[in-house]
């Protein structure tokens, strides 16, 4: 049994996109390799909707990494696509020269810098939706996010290259926080396919019906949803803060940071400290809602978060 986080798809399984099945294998001899990923929302969310053909309306370019191909989705958000995962006021920027490089130096900055994150986010994601907030829409924009209904997939904004969530903000922009950003969603992403696939939490657990776990520095938001946690939520929240503090002390490690990045990361890194550390505890307080393996990860986590 395994006792950490999968770092890798396990060849065969459904998340498997290379696997033998018709709809993928469709997708694949038609060259429209971007919207297998979708092949596997439309099973996931159990829907009549053929979201994959949907994707195939998208373009998308690629960005090559260190030997990683990513698809930079471009052209209209279909809209049945963009209602399931909580995007209808969005649609995909422009892609520019300046977009580009950013994503590019952030994806280079995984990989040379942090191996085993760039690893995670080659092996987990596939699909960059980089996006920004219609026009009239007022909302406060999304940082960046994912879906377990949307495997492979993840969405960022501007503000991706200016917020390390949940508090730090800089003025100036940043490939590193981007890269932060990535790094984020692609842990999230390999979270949900090990939860999917394995036994974590106990018979009859239910987000609905779970027990709430009290998220004191998200009062500030006004959102009860933010504000109290369902043990699952709290589960993934803690496995990503594992990630993200290594890698800003990773980069708090390093000579070639500005002044404004070092103090980004330095502020940032003192805030999740404390917040891993309280998940940690509550969760443990709830083992009777982890399965035998889930108690397994639970002590892999502990082990974890007990040098941060």
């Avoid at 471009?74 to 994503?103: F, K």
């Avoid at 019906?209 to 500030?220: G, Q, V």
């Avoid at 890698?247 to 891993?276: H, I, K, M, Q």
Wanted: negative net charge.
């Amino acid at each position: 049994m395994q006792t950490t986080i999968a770092t890798r798809v396990e060849s065969g399984s459904f998340f498997d996109l290379g696997r033998k099945d018709p709809a993928l294998t469709r997708l694949r001899d038609d060259g429209a390799e971007w919207a297998l990923p979708f092949v596997l929302m439309e099973r996931l969310v159990n829907s009549d909707t053929p979201y994959a053909d949907y994707a195939r309306a998208l373009r998308a370019d690629s960005v090559q990494v260190f030997g990683a191909g990513f698809d930079w989705f471009d052209a209209e958000l279909p809209g049945r696509i963009a209602d399931e995962i909580n995007l209808a006021d969005y649609e995909i920027v422009e892609h520019t020269a300046e977009r580009r490089a950013a994503l590019t130096q952030a994806l280079e900055r995984l990989a040379s810098v942090h191996p085993e994150g760039f690893d995670r986010v080659r092996e987990f994601v596939r699909g960059l939706l980089w996006v920004g907030l219609k026009s009239g829409v007022r909302a406060s924009s999304l940082t960046s996010s994912s879906d377990p209904a949307l495997p492979y997939v993840i969405v960022f904004s501007e503000k991706a290259r200016h917020h390390i969530p949940p508090n730090t903000v800089s003025p100036e922009p940043s490939h590193l926080f981007l890269a932060e950003n990535i790094l984020h969603e692609g842990v999230h992403q390999s979270v949900s396919f090990h939860v999917l696939q394995n036994q974590v939490f106990a018979a009859g657990y239910s987000s609905k019906t779970s027990p709430k776990i009290e998220i004191a520095w998200r009062a500030a938001q006004g959102v009860a949803r933010n504000q109290f946690w369902e043990i699952d939520r709290a589960f993934h929240a803690t496995c990503v803060y594992n990630q993200l503090l290594r890698f800003r002390r990773t980069e708090l490690g390093r000579d070639d940071l500005t002044s404004n990045e070092r103090a980004s990361f330095e502020s940032a890194y003192a805030e999740g400290v404390p917040a891993v550390r309280y998940l940690m505890d509550q969760l443990e307080l709830q083992r009777e809602h982890f399965t035998v393996h889930g108690r397994e990860l639970l002590a892999d986590l502990r082990h974890q978060t007990d040098p941060l």
